[in-house]
């Protein structure tokens, strides 16, 4: 159980252009989701948090109106770079939130890699 | 001096090994602790999770906490190649709404 889908797994455009991503949970209703970024050999940047039906979070230095989230369901997320650059070029993984009891616990997508031209 | 420190490695092992995995942090507030793999181009996948000081065990793993030293660890017995994958450590300071704040994990290789 708890598996995050992610679409596409990789995708190349063209600098200006705009990029969905889209993340589902397929076997659970997430109750929350996060966007992260994760370039190579570094951490992973909580981008947003997002709860279905209301406007998404975004931390610090992260462009709303550049990194555009819209949660319409319980099982489905997009994060849609607007006007591609070569440097949003990273490794984007979503991840949604499950009540367990007391706790929560975040289940991971496998990721998408943008590459921006 | 970041929240949470972990050294990047890469930690090479002999297949059969014990490893020691680990991370400090400097957050009194963090009070779960998690584990997480991942590998080459893949999205993290959890490994382990505790709250507060303790040990857990799962299989092959065993996750330990002390937070009077901000230290936690995550030792992997009989280390298998399948195991080589980067492994992050994560913390968060409450339940309810798990903004996670990560190290940068550690690259384990796993030779047979």
């Known amino acids: 159980g708890a598996v995050v889908s992610q679409h596409p797994s990789w995708v190349i455009c063209k600098s200006g252009t705009s990029v969905k991503i889209e993340c589902r949970s397929l076997?659970?209703?997430?109750?929350?989701m996060f966007w992260y970024r994760q370039f190579p050999k570094q951490s992973l940047m909580l981008m947003a948090t997002?709860?279905?039906?209301?406007?998404?979070?975004?931390e610090q230095g992260v462009e709303k109106d550049k990194f555009l989230i819209n949660h319409a369901s319980l099982t489905l997320s997009t994060l849609t770079v607007t006007s591609a650059h070569p440097e949003d070029s990273s490794f984007y993984i979503c991840?949604?939130?499950?009540?367990?009891?007391?706790?929560?616990?975040?289940?991971f997508g496998p990721g998408t890699r943008l590459t921006v031209t | 001096q970041k929240e949470v420190e972990q050294d990047p490695g890469p930690l090479s092992v002999p297949e059969g090994a014990i490893v020691s995995l680990n991370c400090t942090y400097s957050?009194?507030?963090?009070?779960?602790f998690m584990w997480y793999r991942q590998y080459s181009r893949k999205g993290p996948e959890l490994l382990m999770y505790?709250?507060?000081?303790g040990n857990k065990e799962d299989g092959r793993f065993t996750a330990q906490v002390d937070k009077s030293s901000k230290y936690i660890s995550l030792f992997i017995r009989d280390s298998q190649p399948s195991d080589s994958a980067t492994y992050l450590c994560?913390?968060?300071?409450?339940?309810?709404?798990?903004?996670?704040?990560f190290g940068k994990g550690t690259m384990l290789l796993v030779s047979p």
């Open positions: 997002s709860n279905e039906g209301s406007k998404a979070t975004y």
């Open positions: 957050n009194s507030a963090f009070q779960y």
């Open positions: 991840s949604a939130s499950v009540n367990s009891g007391l706790h929560s616990e975040q289940y």
């Open positions: 994560a913390m968060s300071q409450n339940s309810g709404y798990s903004t996670l704040t």
């Open positions: 505790t709250y507060s000081s």
């Open positions: 076997d659970f209703q997430a109750t929350t």
